[in-house]
């Protein structure tokens, strides 16, 4: 009995041998295979200092104010209050193994990525920054901006802030009750990964819509972004957040206030949009001009958008959810530089008028934009009765007592589409 025992693990013991035998054998093959890494971190990534951070420090900040803000989109002291503000929330510790990158190494590369849209591996050459790092605190900083700077983005909350909105447009566009001009873009993206054609437009590109309302200091009173770009024409405006809330009177807007808006938008008591160019009458085109002037603060507010982003100008490589945390930062920036810089749009970038109120098309217009799409017009078939006797009201007003002594020679400078 002991013998056959014995026997049994002396069996049982070559078969477990040969087995581990064959495991380690296999290990050794794969560690040979491996290629053994050269460095944790690459010796001129190490030497960040001396690369375009001792540029923008000491040359550019004290010599070359101008090529500063060229680079960043901002001055210096603006860059340092936005700094004293984001840095909280982006702020790391060093470790053991590694020095964390510094809240103004971060900002800076954010925002030279948002002023030109370069790849990340262009960015990690410029500043000494690994790319996957890149990656990583370029959607983290964005979030942080518009975390920090939300409060220039806002809706007016009583009667009296309404009413200084509407002036802006009474008396800059005379166009009274307007409190806002309404408009959507396409943001081209990368096809998102399993989400079939949800983000195919009718330009054949994958986008999320961003819809927008301006005021009449082309300022955003109201983004919502996200929408995925496949939606139907009438569907991406009744899908969005802002359309609830004009529904629903959600931001308590005085009744008799409405928002202006092109042949994207259905025609709504609260949304007037022009009369279709179908067989106009002189009072009718006459309306769509007075519409179309003020309607195009908002078309020049995304022009001076891309003009300063240029992240914009083509597709965004990222993942949705980073998309839109890069989208709100841009528009959060725009209006913090339009309401702190009185230098922020120079001259000739966005449509003007002479002394004769002839309109000249802003330099943005004449950029080839692929990254930034119109939405299609909405075919509205059986518009609000109530509407159209608000838009024929407006109608009237503008060819009586409401009329401006240059309208009926100007009617050329409205765009064919709305004539």
């Not at 998309?323 to 309401?339: D, M, P, S, Y």
Request: with cysteine; net charge positive.
């Amino acid at each position: 009995m002991n013998e056959l025992l014995i026997e049994t693990c002396a069996v049982v013991s070559s078969v477990f041998g040969a087995i581990l035998a064959q495991r380690i054998n296999r290990l050794a093959k794969s560690k040979e295979k491996r290629k053994e890494r050269r460095w944790w971190v690459r010796k001129w990534i190490l030497q960040r200092k001396s690369g375009t951070h001792n540029l923008v420090d000491r040359e550019l900040r004290s010599n070359y104010t101008e090529d500063f803000k060229n680079l960043l989109r901002m001055s210096e002291a603006e860059f340092d209050y936005l700094l004293e503000r984001v840095s909280p929330l982006i702020s790391k510790s060093d470790t053991n193994m590694r020095q964390a990158v510094n809240a103004k190494t971060k900002l800076t590369v954010t925002l030279r990525y948002l002023a030109t849209g370069d790849s990340f591996k262009s960015l990690e050459f410029l500043f000494r920054v690994p790319k996957n790092a890149i990656s990583k605190f370029i959607p983290e900083t964005c979030e942080a901006i518009h975390k920090t700077l939300r409060e220039f983005i806002q809706v007016p909350a009583t009667s009296d802030e309404w009413k200084n909105v509407e002036s802006g447009f009474r008396q800059r566009w005379n166009f009274p009750g307007c409190v806002g001009a309404l408009d959507g873009k396409h943001i081209v993206i990368r096809a998102p990964t399993a989400t079939g054609s949800d983000y195919y437009n009718y330009k054949n590109s994958f986008s999320i819509v961003l819809m927008a309302l301006a005021d009449s200091d082309y300022c955003f009173l109201y983004v919502d972004v996200g929408a995925k770009g496949r939606g139907s024409d009438g569907g991406i405006f009744q899908n969005s957040s802002l359309y609830k809330a004009f529904e629903t009177n959600y931001f308590a807007m005085p009744n008799d206030f409405l928002i202006v808006g092109d042949d994207a938008f259905p025609l709504k008591t609260y949304l007037m949009k022009p009369y279709s160019r179908r067989n106009l009458s002189q009072e009718e085109r006459i309306y769509n001009y007075r519409l179309s002037r003020a309607r195009r603060v908002v078309e020049n507010t995304f022009g001076i958008l891309v003009s300063k982003f240029r992240v914009f100008e083509k597709a965004i490589s990222l993942k949705l959810q980073s998309v839109e945390k890069i989208v709100l930062a841009c528009c959060t920036l725009h209006n913090w530089l339009r309401k702190t810089n009185p230098t922020y749009i120079s001259r000739g970038l966005i449509d003007y008028e002479d002394e004769n109120h002839g309109i000249f098309p802003g330099s943005w217009r004449q950029e080839n934009i692929s990254g930034l799409q119109n939405l299609p017009p909405t075919a509205q078939r059986h518009p609000q009765r109530q509407a159209q006797q608000i838009r024929d009201k407006y109608r009237d007003y503008f060819n009586n007592e409401g009329t401006v002594p240059w309208q009926r020679q100007l009617l050329n400078y409205v765009p064919n589409a709305e004539l």
